[in-house]
């Protein structure tokens, strides 16, 4: 297997390139261009103009709210279809708030979020501590919070007011002179250009401190050049559009959560032990993890994201209706899978699922701006989260990586096994089959 | 740590203060005593092997220690530190400066080296994971258990001896006192094997207790002070390495040490000519490629005879056997095979169905029984054909081949309509070799075939497998147990390290030549 | 007393069934007096078994497939693109009716095969599957109808959904008479087999079920069956449909209890490993498995396409709904290797009662959906309750 050897050595000195980032979101990152830039060259320019980029992040920034809480759930080795309904239920519980008890609405948001963690509870009740599988708990749910929905607005359309469509149709105001440009978006992508540059010098200082070599110079400053150029034309497309716009609220609001979340999964014990139950679950409970408190929380987490994506989705569209929210849980769960997550767990990470989600967004936006009708629209989804798993478990059978493996893939390298071994008996050990822990030995 | 008192009856020894001492260990399971009225008492500061053949209660021992299995499941008293210990659950051990290896490696594949070594005692600041301190442990760990390795490199891009001493970094991070290894070095090879005998003898010098468990004895004999040896859930004796003279020898004849006298039913042997044989088998680990699980291995089998092979866990028997019976094991790589003069190849489990062989496996709950099913059904299972006429299955047939297997078998159940879950171990087993012997085999591979059975059921079986050879059918039996190697089979090889390394006629056969070559990889193949 | 005390274990063994079985009397009693007892009248009960017979064909499909440990849920989607194709071929293409319902179950080989292939030979899970396939079955299905209805269908067709069998006594006899003998034949059909397996149970020397308890089930069949005839033949005599589902029923119970292939699935999905060691091909009998659940997927479009006399693109959602609360409700377990094709059908049965009795009531199809999400969670929880309870821990 000597030309395994020299892949694996490619890959390290991509990987360096990237500062020591994940391999296949440099992949699933590559798959993004090559979609945008699809849809760039089959809508003649249309998709890269700042009006459709404004619109692209205020109209699907459901499904990368949605993709992260999903991408969690996959983490731990579950699913969630319920999504879309819970949106839906949760936007009408907050319309109907609003419109019947006066709430105001940034209580109202909180109401609805609360909601949302209470859904989540019930769910995760059900998945964490009686133990019924996620995929029966969240159909039951998606078929319960669906007439929930309908039961509430009578299966009509509420109406909300003003104040809260900012969440979904709001955009950064004219501050500042003059500049043909929205201020506080360039501002915004000042800031990015700033963080990216620091973030990028901190991580050589901790290399540094930890004594591990480097990757060079011209490898960071060739990363950061390009992140912010794509930071830099993004900001100029956002804040050039039509007055009055500029960068979406839900886009601010989508942002925070991303950092945020990052963060959690990386840097919080929470984050860790999602990845250590979904990825051995008897050997993180060796190791002290609670499994079911980690469940639980993960599928609170869910539903509270949903109610979330569902709020935002009455406030862009002005009135809750009970066809929100429809094949939701599609879209997330394409995403996560296209952002590299695994079927099997313990794998997944938020930044890959985002890039997921804006393959799903340019997908769908780009599709509607070609005037694809709904139902090639659903058939090409269907066949894009087949696809997105499929790479997974083949690349799993090839013991690769994800994306950028299939698509670097040398043919004539690894021959797979004729036959892949029928019984593997016992994963992960590297014996033969042993009697269960439970057993005496 | 609320239960703990402190105990001043603590008995003082010459040689050093005993840190842990465990009293009258008995631990039942619903049908099996795996520990009966054990003790063990280890010294500070050094080095105690706990010796005996598979199932004689090792691993129960230890994980009875380690709070696997807590306190309120067991009888008996456990001294730790001069105080009477009551663990609930692994953390309270840890807590007390106890950590466990555990055979099946505790490692998530998909984290970083860092990322396990703290998983479940991670280091925060202000509610977040502080990863520069921990990988800065994280490379004074490594560097301790003397792996070069970036604590970011994930566990599954590492070897299994790297992710061994990955656990041990692991168990140091804990502040550990007491270590306990469960058969650190069955799945590593010679040099990483070498390395991780060093590291404990390191530790040592640094005040750290190892409880290791090993079935190899050369390890044991470089490396441990004091030695236990176990049998049948009961303390044999335990030896001091210096006072005592400790080798192999003397181990081997402690494990071993027990009659022989009538457990097997009296048979005369009827052996033809050659009819199987396997040729220069090569097979490897199905995930780590570098592996090889079965090397070079050759043998034969002849007609009425039943062909033994000893071998310990990991050996690679099990290996060989399933990746003979249609390779359903592993990544097949060369070898022959042929049956009654002729080449053939069996490409999967159906094929050497047809071609007459059967596999009883060793792990009948995983990977031999649908335990949802009834009696009737499962005896018919692997070959539905010779009772159906087309599609359908004759249900009437079906009922009086149970029927005739449950009284030629002595199958003890209620009816061939009972579920298999509710029948002990050794009548789940009657009716897995009723099963393969409905599939009218010419070799039957019996892989542990006596595995968690009572003696009385043993005994049933023996007579069993010794009728079918009778019948004129090849038998290979593998089987931790030397004396129902040496009580049943007519000729014996050996496995070490996925290699046969001796084949011997059991006229010329005893426990400790078996032993020997079951432990070391001097090749001397007879034929 | 032990003779007694003997039966009580029987029957506590058997509490599943039974507690199956007084759900549904319990369901038919409150539904009887909830709704005056409109739910029993005779032309209800034809209603029912008319109006829920897709369910009652998909629950026969999705029980093999959760036997085995999969899951489908794209059978809503199959269901409507069927329903398309057949309104396509009759109405367009102007095929006879009698062509087109082969070439439909046609159609749903096909489809079964796709999903069949990715998930035995490519080793997807099924749930993924068969996700995309609900989205792209759904979209096939506006394709082919142009997001439009298909309306109506020639009179033969119908009748495979709303036909009934000719009427011997002329339409004058209060008690129609094929019917009648329809039933009497199926009860002395079902309590000869009865006996008959009985007999050969104790002739094996097998037999521990108590004789009274034995007599009770037989009687108890017997009446519900010639209930129901009798209520379908004061009514208009026996719909077509219940004929296609009994033998669909026959076909598939002894399918599954006496096939090589049923064999199969049970080993499947009981531990896949000690299949796969006993030599079955665990990858084909996936696929076929798969096939098999299409072609029954397209028979439930058909049927209910010739029900409502309308192919429609939003027909069969929510359908896989139903199916799999019928199949857990029946008693099969969500982790595999258990069910039985009858359980499913009466747990399709309950969920017919429900969908019935709520329409009856005037209760609004999103309490419908709410009660029905409930019951699916109910019975899985219950499955997973009592299998922690009998594992000990």
């Not at chain 1, 501002?187 to 540094?208: D, F, K, M, S, T």
């Not at chain 3, 009981?270 to 796969?276: E, F, Q, V």
Request: with cysteine; hydrophobic share 45%.
């Amino acid at each position: 297997m000597t030309t395994e050897t020299t892949t694996t050595s490619e890959a390290r000195s991509a990987r360096k390139l990237f500062g020591g980032g994940n391999l296949r979101q440099f992949g699933i990152l590559f798959s993004l261009i090559a979609i945008i830039l699809l849809f760039q060259y089959l809508t003649n320019g249309l998709t890269l103009s700042s009006g459709n980029l404004i619109n692209l992040v205020s109209q699907y920034s459901y499904i990368l709210i949605l993709a992260i809480g999903m991408v969690i759930v996959i983490i731990a080795g579950h699913i969630d279809l319920s999504v879309g309904s819970v949106a839906a239920f949760v936007g009408i519980v907050v319309a109907t708030s609003m419109k019947d008890w006066n709430l105001p609405w940034p209580l109202a948001i909180l109401f609805g979020l609360f909601v949302g963690m209470l859904i989540g509870a019930w769910q995760g009740w059900w998945v964490a501590f009686v133990g019924v599988p996620a995929f029966i708990v969240t159909l039951a749910g998606m078929l319960i919070f669906r007439g929930g929905n309908q039961l509430i607005g009578n299966a009509n359309t509420v109406p909300v007011p003003p104040g809260f469509t900012t969440i979904g149709s709001g955009y950064l105001p004219e501050v500042g002179p003059y500049t043909g440009y929205n201020n506080l978006t360039l501002l915004l992508g000042l800031i990015i250009v700033i963080a990216v540059i620091w973030r990028e010098i901190r991580a050589r200082r901790v290399q540094r401190i930890m004594g591990s070599t480097p990757s060079p110079l011209w490898a960071s400053v060739v990363k950061v050049v390009l992140l912010n150029a794509v930071v830099v034309y993004a900001s100029f497309l956002f804040a050039g559009g039509r007055t009055g716009t500029s960068f979406p609220v839900s886009g601010i609001i989508l942002g925070v959560l991303v950092l945020v979340y990052s963060f959690v999964t990386r840097n919080t014990i929470f984050g860790r032990h999602v990845y250590a139950v979904g990825g051995n679950k008897l050997a993180a409970e060796l190791s002290g993890v609670k499994s079911r408190r980690i469940n639980f929380l993960v599928m609170m987490n869910m539903s509270i994201l949903a109610a979330l994506a569902g709020m935002i989705f009455v406030a862009r569209s002005v009135a809750s209706g009970p066809q929100d929210g429809l094949s939701w849980e599609l879209d997330a769960i394409a995403a996560v899978f296209i952002g590299g997550a695994a079927v099997s767990g313990g794998i997944g990470t938020v930044t890959g699922s985002i890039i997921g989600g804006l393959v799903m967004a340019v997908l769908n936006n780009g599709l509607q701006l070609l005037g694809v009708g709904s139902d090639r629209v659903q058939i090409i989804k269907g066949l894009v989260l087949l696809l997105a798993v499929g790479v997974d478990v083949w690349n799993k059978k090839q013991g690769r990586p994800s994306i950028l493996g299939f698509m670097t893939r040398n043919r004539k390298t690894t021959p797979a096994p004729d036959e892949a071994p029928m019984v593997v008996p016992d994963s992960g050990t590297p014996d033969t089959a042993r009697p269960p822990a439970s057993m005496p030995s | 740590m609320s239960t703990q008192h402190v105990m001043n009856d603590e008995p003082v020894r010459a040689d050093g203060p005993v840190i842990l001492e465990m009293r009258s260990i008995t631990k039942e399971f619903p049908g099996v005593k795996a520990l009966s009225d054990v003790s063990l008492t280890v010294k500070a500061g050094e080095i105690h092997a706990i010796c005996g053949e598979n199932g004689a209660g090792k691993s129960t021992l230890m994980k009875v220690l380690s709070g696997v299995y807590p306190y309120g499941t067991y009888d008996g008293d456990i001294v730790y530190q001069g105080r009477t210990v009551h663990f609930r659950d692994i953390r309270s051990s840890e807590e007390a400066g106890i950590a466990i290896i555990h055979q099946e490696l505790a490692l998530i594949p998909e984290l970083s080296i860092t990322e396990n070594i703290f998983l479940g005692n991670e280091p925060t600041r202000w509610g977040a994971i502080d990863w520069i301190t921990a990988k800065k442990t994280a490379l004074e760990l490594l560097a301790r258990v003397g792996l070069r390795e970036d604590p970011d490199t994930l566990i599954k891009n590492i070897g299994v001896g790297k992710q061994q001493l990955v656990e041990i970094a692991k168990a140091l991070s804990k502040s550990v006192k007491l270590l306990i290894l469960d058969e650190p070095t069955a799945a590593l090879n010679e040099a990483d094997s070498q390395h991780l005998l060093d590291l404990i003898r390191g530790l040592k010098g640094k005040g750290i207790t190892s409880i290791m468990i090993s079935h190899k004895l050369n390890e044991i004999e470089q490396v441990a002070d004091s030695i236990t040896i176990i049998r049948d859930g009961k303390t044999i004796e335990t030896l001091d390495a210096v006072r005592d003279g400790v080798n192999e020898d003397r181990i081997i004849r402690g494990m071993v040490g027990r009659s022989l006298e009538s457990r097997f039913p009296d048979h005369v042997p009827r052996i033809g000519e050659v009819f199987f044989e396997v040729r220069d088998w090569n097979v490897q680990h199905p995930q780590v490629t570098e592996r090889m699980v079965v090397k070079n291995s050759s043998l034969t089998v002849r007609r009425g005879e039943i062909v033994g092979i000893a071998g310990l866990m990991g050996a690679g028997r099990t290996e060989l056997a399933m990746s003979i019976f249609g390779r359903s094991y592993g990544t097949f790589l060369s070898g022959r095979m042929f049956k009654d003069g002729k080449e053939i190849e069996l490409r999967n489990v159906a094929e050497a169905i047809d071609h007459g062989l059967a596999y009883v496996s060793e792990d009948r709950k995983a990977l031999g029984l649908n335990l949802l099913d009834d009696v009737k059904r499962l005896i018919v299972s692997a070959k539905l054909s010779k009772i159906s006429a087309g599609p359908v299955v004759n249900d009437g047939k079906e009922y009086s081949i149970a029927e005739g297997y449950r009284t030629s078998l002595r199958i003890k159940t209620p009816t061939v309509d009972s579920g298999v879950s509710k029948l002990s171990g050794g009548n789940q087993q009657k009716v897995v070799l009723a099963k393969w012997m409905f599939t009218d085999p010419d070799l039957l591979i019996l892989d542990e075939p006596t595995r968690g059975i009572d003696v009385g059921a043993k005994y049933e079986i023996y007579g069993i497998i010794q009728n079918l050879a009778a019948q004129g059918k090849g038998v290979i039996l593998i089987s931790s147990e030397l004396p129902e190697l040496l009580g049943l089979a007519d000729r014996i090889y050996t496995v070490f390290e996925g290699a046969i390394t001796d084949c011997i006629p059991a006229a010329e056969a005893d426990p400790e030549t078996l032993m020997k070559s079951m432990t070391s990889a001097r090749k001397k193949v007879r034929s | 007393m032990s003779v007694f005390r003997s039966s009580l274990n029987y029957l506590a063994g058997q509490l599943r069934q039974i507690g199956l079985f007084i759900a549904l009397i319990a369901i038919v009693i409150f539904f009887q007096v909830a709704t005056n007892g409109i739910t029993l009248k005779p032309i209800n009960v034809t209603n029912l078994i008319v109006q829920n017979s897709y369910i009652l064909i998909l629950a026969v499909g999705m029980v093999m497939v959760i036997i085995a440990g999969h899951i489908d849920l794209s059978v809503g989607s199959v269901v409507a693109f069927v329903g398309a194709m057949s309104g396509v071929m009759i109405t367009q293409w102007n095929v006879p009716w009698w062509l087109a319902i082969i070439l439909c179950l046609g159609v749903g080989a096909l489809v079964g095969m796709w999903q069949g292939f990715w998930i035995a030979y490519f080793g997807i899970p099924a749930f993924i599957v068969t996700l995309a396939g609900m989205l792209t079955f759904r979209g096939l299905t506006q394709i082919a109808l142009q997001n439009k209805q298909i309306s109506p269908f020639p009179d033969e067709f119908r009748a495979l959904g709303s036909g009934f069998l000719p009427d011997l006594g002329g339409g004058t006899s209060a008690v129609e008479p094929l019917t009648l003998g329809i039933g009497i034949i199926a009860t002395l059909f079902l309590v000869l087999k009865g006996i008959r397996q009985r007999r050969a149970r104790a002739k094996y020397d097998v037999e521990d079920e108590p004789f009274a308890w034995f007599l009770t089930k037989l009687v108890f069949t017997a009446a519900m069956i010639l209930g129901i005839t009798y209520l379908l033949a004061s009514y208009r005599g026996t719909p077509i449909v219940l004929i296609v589902l009994g033998v669909l029923i026959v076909v598939y119970a002894s399918v599954m209890s006496n096939s090589v292939f049923g064999r199969h699935i049970y080993a499947i999905g009981g531990n896949l490993n000690a299949a796969a060691l006993s030599g079955i091909k665990t990858k084909r009998v996936t696929f076929m498995l798969f096939v098999n659940m299409g072609v029954i997927s397209a028979l439930a479009g058909l049927v209910f396409t010739a029900q409502l006399n309308l192919a429609n693109p939003k027909a069969g959602d929510g359908f896989e709904l139903d199916a799999i609360a019928a199949v857990f409700i029946g008693g099969a377990a969500v982790t595999g290797g258990i069910g039985t094709v009858t359980g499913a059908i009466i747990g399709g049965f309950i969920i017919g009662l429900l969908n019935n009795g709520m329409s009856i009531l005037g209760v609004g199809t999103e309490y419908q959906q709410l009660i029905k999400g409930l019951v699916l969670l109910g019975a899985v929880a219950f499955d997973v309750y009592n299998k922690r309870r009998s594992g000990g821990r």
